[in-house]
């Protein structure tokens, strides 16, 4: 909805929602889990822009084995899932980020795509065909010889896209983000899911440099795998429910009204 009301975000304003979603992210994936629909509509924002990762329904506990095959609405989705159907980690929510960032510096989706095939092509078309070694690595051989036959597109000039834009006369930027902005959002939004960083190593980004705090930066203390693909009689996942009930605290600010989504 935030971003739906057309008015730029400030880029200090870009830099504390990534960095406070990167932050969750760090959280989620140390417990073992893959959140698998990131998306605008799954991130709350109170008031004083605390941010809150929402919609669970799709995450699951990352494995070293296959994964589900659908995740994550097609316009934030990574391309692994689409070329490597069911093996992929949590790096397809590192993409996510990279295409919410870019969202909130073109206040649109940047790869809107009508159907599976479409998507990549609008993906290709920003961050170019990747190279034959790096097909032959990371995707199926069917997925790798039908891009292989695509035209060869080149990556877009992002500091084009998403820098800085100015109002004629104007040394005030309206819109867009720094060359370390840029540089952080080139990372995220790298198709070879094995050089996209993790959340704690996006975390670490010069362009974080003064939000960055690993005291405030923290862990899962367990992993969330105690209950996975459990068989319990009804009145066992009753008790268990009910534990995490009782256990659980919420913060301070998730008793706000007026929370809106991105």
Known sequence: KVIKRGKPFTEDHIKLLIYSLLRGLKFIHSAGVIHRDLKPTNIGISQNSDLTILDFGLARVATNGLQTGYVATRWWRAPEVFINWERYDEKVDIWSVGCIMAELILLKPLFAGTDHIDQLTKIFDIV????????????????????????????????????????????????????????????????DHRTRPTAQEALSDSYFEHLHDPMEEPSAEVLVDEHQDATYPIAKWKSILWKMIEDFEPPPWAIEDNDDDI
Do not use: M, N, W
Not at 145 to 162: R, V
Not at 177 to 184: N, R, T
């Open 128 to 191: 170019g065909t990747p190279d034959l070694a790096t097909l032959d690595e990371v995707c199926e051989p069917y997925a790798r010889d039908y891009i292989h036959k695509l035209p060869t597109k080149p990556k877009q000039d992002y500091k084009k896209l998403f820098g800085y834009k100015y109002e004629p006369g104007s040394r005030i930027p309206v819109s867009g983000v720094s060359p370390q902005g840029i540089a952080l959002l080139d990372r995220l939004l790298s198709f």
